[in-house]
């Protein structure tokens, strides 16, 4: 049996937030735990907040926001690598650490105010294997990190909590060479664990209330690797 | 918390077999859980399975496979009812129902036998709502139903398991027009819950030890609807 449970309680998280201790305070951990953070609270703990009145928007930028605030699709466009699709005011792109989603993953629900966007960490592994260290030090538990956000699909409705960085969690669970009961051999069976996480992690999460923490137990998913390697390839992706 | 329990000690499913019935069997069902069952197994149950020998594959069929047996390649071919990308013996089509996948969902692995393919169930919502009136009528319980697959995505590594067939839930939450507790009100935030739920599920499910089921409590998902809700609109779809 796998639980997932919500860290509750957490107040609204500002740069500088110790956010691994508020966890700390909040959550029973234990070895082997899965800790799924929102990456809207990770990103403000690092200060990846901007506010729209320093920004000016390029012609490039108003072309892509239609009728909305161009000041967003600036910072949009310098969080992007490349643009993937777009029809105004919405625009799929490529990050610069190489996720494919809406606005660049810049975010202004739930932000500091209605004049700021908040953005993705710069480095969201590096988030997850601060969190996982700090979290070591205060309780001594060796949990794995899952950073989580918010994408859309392509086909399909609704989006989906997926991993974009991670730390002490094996991202793929690769069944290629097992059997399964009647012996014949997997093919091609590459299952997404840490999106799985983090989309179970969603289901308590709350948008609305406010509950950016929850916890999995249960699921043996120890390992190392990055979020990376959960884009897939260029030479892999029909879709580029 | 939410928690998601393996259905353990099912029988390799075969045609005509009560999957209910082995399911209830097995696992102690409440009002308000979510049965979560793997595709493979209603669809064997539904006889869904098609002997290659009978297959005479076309010149497309040829084309598609490759270097790979060209009558399973016919066989998607006849399950699908457009092309979306192919790459020798790739191909990512659209089914019947509107789903766009891998194969047209046409599996090989753990099927029946080396020389048959198990394809989707004809109306994969049908199959969960008989399954949910067959569950309430042998236990008194008024579960939820999701029928799921592992589907890949674009631009990510590795499949994770979403809804094709659903009863008794809702398989979307849509948050627009509620506010966050900074007062904003929360623009195109339209959860994939069902989604989720099936990816949670498969967390225990098990591709290799024959683990086809999972039940979920502690999520409040009952309503009405249907899977094809997960199916992104035409003209809302940047990606067709």
Redesign the interface.
Known sequence: ??????VEGLP?IGEGDDLAALIAERADLADGDVLVVAQKAVSKAEGRVVWLADVEPSERARELAGREDARRHEVILRESSRIV?S?PP?V?SETRHG??CASAGVDS??????ETVVLLPLDPDASAARLRERLLELTGAEVGVIVSD?FG??????????AIGLAGIR???D?KG?????G????A?????A???A??A???LG????VPAAVIRG?DARGEGSAR?????AER???R
């Open positions: 049996m796998i639980s997932v449970s919500p609204e699709r029809r919405l799929i996720f494919v629900s739930n932000a500091a105010g209605p918010s699909r392509p086909w399909r409705q609704g989006t989906t909590d997926v991202p793929l669970n069944l097992t059997r399964d009961r009647a014949y051999e997997l093919h069976t590459v299952i997404a664990v999106d799985e996480l989309g179970a969603e289901l308590v948008k609305v209330d406010g699921v390697e959960l884009v897939m390839p992706d029909l879709f």
